[in-house]
Structures are given as structure tokens and as C-alpha cells.
């Protein structure tokens, strides 16, 4: 097992989960891997077809994600393929013979695919070592990303008896955890949970107060990186996209309205890492497989925990140090509770469906509104535990926050004026109201003469408003669902009123980009040293990058295929002179080093 992945992969060594994992495939057993993003979980599938020499299928969701695995798995020099709709005659014919040969030892399919008939008799008939389905949650109604399609995956227990089945999944809640095992039927399966938590991730939550500044701040504190920047709507890229570009940032707009061959051309250009920022709503992601993303934006808050779990995820894979804003307003999940509650009437929608999304919702509002440190709140979401007292990688835990000195007092008048205007009217009027506003609505209504009338004044309505999400957070103040929601008060705001409960309102401390960096964590990978660059050795990795670049361009395949991040990191820090040297470095394999090899250690010799 050592030699094949020295050989293949260029790791010396397993993470201890994937050696579990693979030990299951290895004894042919079932198994249902639950690693987040990043954690290696392809390794698992991809490693014991080329111990066992035999061919392993895998289940994918994305033609766009198979492609890049296969590209990757070819340059390292392993007979890997994928069956789609969008191979030529030729390629299908030449995929069969690999196939009827028993040279192939990885083939991905889609489930559409593999469901044709022909197929499927075809495949029944060749020695199938196991089958590996990724992304398994797309199986459960429960989660947050369910594909019908999926749902037939039940069947390959007859149509394949005996071929141990593996599931693979980055994002599962216990619930959803039951309803792979039952859905594929799993037989005694050996249950692998690695760690939700990603070290690596700087978590901050903002109130969203001038959007296009608050992104162009964190772009600023990642120059020249690959960023992505979540958007709920197909509007909100374009137009935040087009303000970037008016700041100098440039910028494209991504979504599932563009025509096929923008959304392709866009995809190719950040990956071959000609595009840096990318304004787009969850269309953009499943395959985009960039592992230097050193910034993931979300401009609203998503949904659920699992979409924020998964859309972060994207940052960072390569283990490097990488950070995660989110945005938010309490508008934002009112927002959601319409386009929920929408669907569930229209009856697009199971009502299950419908309250199973609702209570995600929830959580991720609580996860949003709550000042409390970020990895311990998704760690004990999915069911762990979080031992450390700081993270050391969150605004919480990094004291980024501040509590404004009067937070009471200044409840006691956002709330008042709720009251004293009777509990009828939205949060855009109230803070008009107490921001002392002359305009006619406020005046017809004799709201201008009421006590609260400007009695906060002083603030900004962008912190009114966030004032007043805190407080909903708090559970001192509700605010009605429908397409006019309005401020009322409960018991809670009651007891704030009478100055019998305490409340806390907080405000960012101001300017990140003045602040110092947090202290660096060490990387995943046991023994990586975890300390920032020199200078020198930052050179020698944006030239390294610049080749890499140039090579994925020539090849025709996404630069972190070449070599990931953590590898250029490596070499900068190394700086090989032989062969033996370079073949040491965490993934490089020969089968790489013979094709790269000599191009990066003149390189380096310069
Ligand atoms: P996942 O599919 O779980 O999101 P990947 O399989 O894409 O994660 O792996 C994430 C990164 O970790 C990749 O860059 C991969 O090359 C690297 N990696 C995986 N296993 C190892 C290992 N044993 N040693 C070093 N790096 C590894
Ligand atoms: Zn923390």
C-alpha cells in the first residue's frame, strides 16, 4: 500500500482516517467515510484499485468534477477514465477496451450514465472490485442537497450482489448519516468520521453594512488569490461584480443564467488561475475543485449550516491557511422563509421537505447571530466536540468584536419605539424613526413627536438595523414572517424594557486590514511546519506558480493538477537540487517528476 502511494500519488504517508478507510475497501467491506472537505477522501476510492490492482467505479454527481480527477489521475500515471454523455465515439470505444482489458483500474460515472440499461448490463459483466458513491448525501431528502436521481442507487445492490459499496460524503448530520446506510442498503458498514472541524479556517461574521466596501477590504487582505464571493441571486453577482470592477477589483459575475459556454470559459479561467475573483451564486463550486481558494465571501447568508460547511469548504484545500467571511443581515433569512415557504405552497415541494429546510435555516441563523467562537459551533453542529477554549481562528476568539458600552439603553429606545409606534411596521421605518427623520411618512403618522423620535440619532442606520438583528438573535424581539414583516415586541423585549434582562449588543472593532494576523496553526498534515514564509522563499513560489501556470496551460489541465500549493510551499521552503530531494517532497511522485521534474529544479537552481 506504502509503495503504491509513494509511487502513484507522491505521499509518503496516509492520514490516519484514509488508512482506515482504505484497510475497509482493502478487506472488501462496506463503508460509509464521512470526511469534510479537504480531508482526502478521494485517496480513499482511488488508492486500493491500484493495491488490488482491479477496477474501481465511482458515482459522481458533475461531469465537470470527474473530468478534473481523471485529468489529475493521468499525470500521475493512473489508468483512469470517465464515462458521460460528452465522449466521442471513438473515446466510448476506447473506454470499453480499457474496461474489457482490465487495464482501467478507476472509472467515474454519473448516475444518469450508469442507469442507461446497456450500460449497466455492460458493466454487470466485468469484474467490478467496488463501488464507490461520492457526494452520498445528494441520497437524503434530509440534507441540503438532495438529487432524485440519486435515490436509484438502491438498485446496484442487485444489479452488482457481492461488490462491496462505499459511500463518501463531506457534509452529514446523524439524520442524514441514517438515511445513506439504509438508502444504499450498506452491510455491516465500517463507519469512518473524521474531524468537521477545519484548522485552517479563519471564520468571521460581519453585519453586512456596505457590502461592496466590506468585500473589498478582504480581497484586500488576500492579494492576488482566488477568491469567491457567494451571492443569493443571479442579480446580486452582476451587480456586485460590476462595483468591484469600478474599484479596481477585477471581477466576473457567475450563475446559472449564463449561457453554457460563458459559464465554461469562466471556470477554466479561474482555474487555470487567469481569474481571481469570482462573484457567484451556488452554481459555482460542485466543480470547481481550485485548491489555492484563499477567500470564500458569502455577501447573505446561505441556508443551512451544511451549504456554509460546503461553500467555505471550498477555501483552503490545500491545508494552507485560508479565511471565511459571511456577511449577514436579518434580512437575509427572511428571505430564505419566503423562497421556502413559497415552494412548499406552489407544491414543488414535499411539506417534509419544506420543515426539514426551515429548521436548517434556523440553525444557520443562530450559527450567524450568536457571539460564539465559529469552530465550536459547526464542530458540535455535526455532532463533535470542540475542546479548545480558543480556536485562535475566528472573530470571536480573536476578540474582533466589541460590546457597545450602552447596549441596554440602546435596546430600551430601539424597542420603545417599536412600541410607541404600535407594533405595525418594519425595520427600515423604526430606525427612520429613531434616527429622527422628517420625512412625510414619518409626520403624517405624529411619529416625529413621540419620545423615542431621534434618540439614536447618532448611529448609523446600517447598525440600527444590525442592532435590531442582535436583538431578534437575542430572542428579545420577533420579526413576523411574509412579504411585509414588521417588529413586534414578546416577553423577552418586555423584561429588556423593565431593565430585568441583561442585553449584549455588539459592534466589530473597526479595520481588519490594521489588525495583526492571527498566529499561524499548524498545517494538517503532521510535521508541517507552521510558520509564514520569507521573502525569498515567497519568490521562489510565485515563480514555481508562474511555471505551474505555464505547464497546466500547455497540458491543458488546471495548475493545481501540476502540483498543489502546499507542494510549491514545500519546494520554496526545500529548495531541492536533486532528484532524490524533490522526489521527497510531499506530492511529487516519479511518475510526476519525470514530466515536471527537471523544468522546476532549474527553476529553483536560479
Ligand atoms: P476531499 O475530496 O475530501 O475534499 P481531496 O481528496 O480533494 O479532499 O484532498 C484534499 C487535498 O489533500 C488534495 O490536495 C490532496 O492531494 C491532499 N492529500 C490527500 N491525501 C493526502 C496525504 N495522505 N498526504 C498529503 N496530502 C494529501
Ligand atoms: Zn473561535
Given at each position: 500500500m506504502h509503495e503504491a502511494l509513494e509511487k502513484w500519488f507522491g505521499f509518503s504517508s496516509l492520514r490516519p482516517l484514509q488508512q482506515e478507510a482504505i484497510d475497509a475497501a482493502l478487506l472488501g467491506r462496506d463503508a460509509l467515510v464521512v470526511l469534510p472537505t479537504g480531508g482526502g477522501k478521494s485517496l480513499c476510492y482511488q488508492l486500493p484499485p491500484l493495491v488490488l490492482d482491479r477496477l474501481t467505479v465511482?458515482?459522481?454527481?458533475?461531469?465537470?468534477?470527474?473530468?478534473?480527477?481523471?485529468?489529475?489521475l493521468r499525470l500521475n500515471g493512473v489508468p483512469a477514465a470517465a464515462a458521460h454523455g460528452n465522449l466521442t465515439p471513438a473515446e466510448r470505444q476506447q473506454l470499453r477496451d480499457l474496461v474489457e482489458s482490465g487495464?482501467?483500474?478507476?472509472?467515474?460515472?454519473?448516475?444518469?450514465?450508469?442507469?442507461?440499461?446497456?450500460?449497466?448490463r455492460w458493466l454487470g459483466a466485468r469484474d467490478v472490485a467496488a463501488i464507490a458513491i461520492d457526494e452520498a448525501h445528494c441520497i437524503s431528502q434530509?440534507?441540503?442537497?438532495?438529487?432524485?436521481?440519486?435515490?436509484?442507487l438502491a438498485e446496484l445492490?442487485?444489479?452488482?450482489?457481492?461488490?462491496?459499496?462505499?459511500?463518501?460524503?463531506?457534509?452529514?448530520?446523524?439524520?442524514?448519516?441514517?438515511?445513506?446506510?439504509?438508502?444504499?442498503?450498506?452491510?455491516?458498514?465500517?463507519?469512518?468520521?473524521g474531524t468537521f472541524d477545519r484548522s485552517e479556517l479563519t471564520y468571521r461574521v460581519l453585519p453586512?453594512?456596505?457590502?461592496?466596501?466590506?468585500?473589498?477590504?478582504?480581497?484586500?487582505?488576500?492579494?492576488?488569490?482566488?477568491?469567491?464571493?457567494?451571492?443569493?441571486?443571479?442579480?446580486?453577482?452582476?451587480?456586485?461584480?460590476?462595483?468591484?470592477?469600478?474599484?479596481?477589483i477585477r471581477a466576473e459575475p457567475y450563475h446559472a443564467g449564463l449561457p453554457a459556454e460563458v459559464r465554461s470559459r469562466l471556470s477554466a479561467d479561474f482555474r487555470a488561475e487567469r481569474l481571481?475573483?469570482?462573484?457567484?451564486?451556488?452554481?459555482?463550486?460542485?466543480?470547481?475543485?481550485?485548491s489555492d481558494v484563499r477567500l470564500v465571501v458569502h455577501a447573505a447568508m446561505p441556508k443551512s449550516i451544511e451549504h456554509y460547511q460546503q461553500e467555505t469548504g471550498r477555501a483552503g484545500r490545500d491545508g494552507l491557511p485560508s479565511e471565511c467571511l459571511l456577511l449577514y443581515s436579518g434580512a437575509d433569512a427572511a428571505r430564505w422563509r419566503l423562497l421556502?415557504?413559497?415552494?412548499?405552497?406552489?407544491?414543488?415541494?414535499?411539506?417534509?421537505?419544506?420543515?426539514?429546510?426551515?429548521?436548517?435555516?434556523y440553525h444557520m441563523q443562530r450559527f450567524a447571530g450568536r457571539a460564539r467562537c465559529r469552530h465550536r459551533t459547526l464542530s458540535e453542529y455535526f455532532g463533535q466536540d470542540y475542546p479548545e477554549p480558543n480556536c485562535g481562528a475566528c472573530d470571536v476568539c480573536l476578540d474582533e468584536l466589541e460590546q457597545v458600552p450602552d447596549g441596554l439603553v440602546i435596546a430600551q429606545k430601539i424597542l420603545s419605539a417599536i412600541a410607541r409606534t404600535g407594533q405595525r411596521f418594519g425595520q427600515s421605518y423604526i430606525v427612520e424613526v429613531l434616527r429622527g427623520s422628517k420625512s412625510e411618512k414619518v409626520r403624517s403618522r405624529g411619529h416625529d413627536r413621540i419620545p423615542t423620535f431621534g434618540l439614536l440619532r447618532e448611529q448609523t442606520a446600517m447598525r440600527l438595523g444590525n442592532f435590531i438583528d442582535q436583538l431578534i438573535d437575542d430572542g428579545v424581539l420577533v420579526r413576523t414572517d411574509g412579504d411585509y414583516p414588521v417588529l413586534q415586541l414578546n416577553?423577552?423585549?418586555?423584561?429588556?424594557?423593565?431593565?430585568?434582562?441583561?442585553?449584549?449588543?455588539?459592534?466589530?472593532?473597526?479595520?481588519?486590514?490594521?489588525?495583526?494576523?492571527?498566529?499561524?496553526?499548524?498545517?494538517r498534515d503532521a510535521g508541517e511546519p507552521a510558520r509564514e514564509l520569507t521573502s525569498p522563499e515567497q519568490e521562489r513560489f510565485e515563480r514555481m506558480r508562474g511555471l505551474r501556470r505555464e505547464l497546466a496551460g500547455e497540458l491543458g489541465v488546471p495548475p493545481y493538477v501540476v502540483f498543489s500549493d502546499a507542494t510549491l510551499v514545500e519546494l520554496a521552503r526545500q529548495r531541492p537540487t536533486t532528484r532524490a530531494a524533490m522526489l521527497a517532497v510531499k506530492g511529487v511522485g516519479p511518475k510526476k517528476f519525470e514530466s515536471f521534474g527537471e523544468r522546476f529544479l532549474t527553476l529553483l537552481a536560479e
Open positions: 465511482v458515482v459522481s454527481p458533475l461531469i465537470a468534477l470527474m473530468q478534473d480527477q481523471v485529468d489529475g487495464e482501467l483500474r478507476i472509472l467515474f460515472v454519473a448516475p444518469e450514465r450508469l442507469f442507461r440499461e446497456d450500460f449497466l434530509w440534507g441540503h442537497d438532495f438529487r432524485p436521481e440519486y435515490r436509484r445492490r442487485e444489479r452488482f450482489p457481492g461488490v462491496p459499496v462505499q459511500a463518501f460524503t463531506a457534509t452529514a448530520t446523524p439524520r442524514v448519516r441514517d438515511d445513506i446506510r439504509r438508502q444504499l442498503a450498506l452491510r455491516d458498514p465500517v463507519e469512518i468520521v453586512r453594512q456596505s457590502l461592496v466596501d466590506q468585500v473589498a477590504e478582504a480581497i484586500g487582505r488576500h492579494r492576488d488569490a482566488a477568491t469567491i464571493v457567494y451571492c443569493i441571486s443571479r442579480k446580486d453577482t452582476e451587480t456586485l461584480s460590476t462595483r468591484l470592477n469600478a474599484r479596481g481571481h475573483v469570482v462573484c457567484a451564486t451556488v452554481a459555482f463550486g460542485m466543480g470547481i475543485d481550485r421556502i415557504e413559497r415552494a412548499g405552497a406552489e407544491g414543488d415541494q414535499d411539506p417534509e421537505v419544506a420543515r426539514a429546510q426551515l429548521d436548517l435555516l416577553d423577552g423585549a418586555k423584561e429588556v424594557l423593565r431593565g430585568e434582562r441583561e442585553v449584549v449588543l455588539r459592534t466589530p472593532k473597526g479595520d481588519l486590514a490594521q489588525r495583526p494576523r492571527r498566529r499561524r496553526r499548524a498545517g
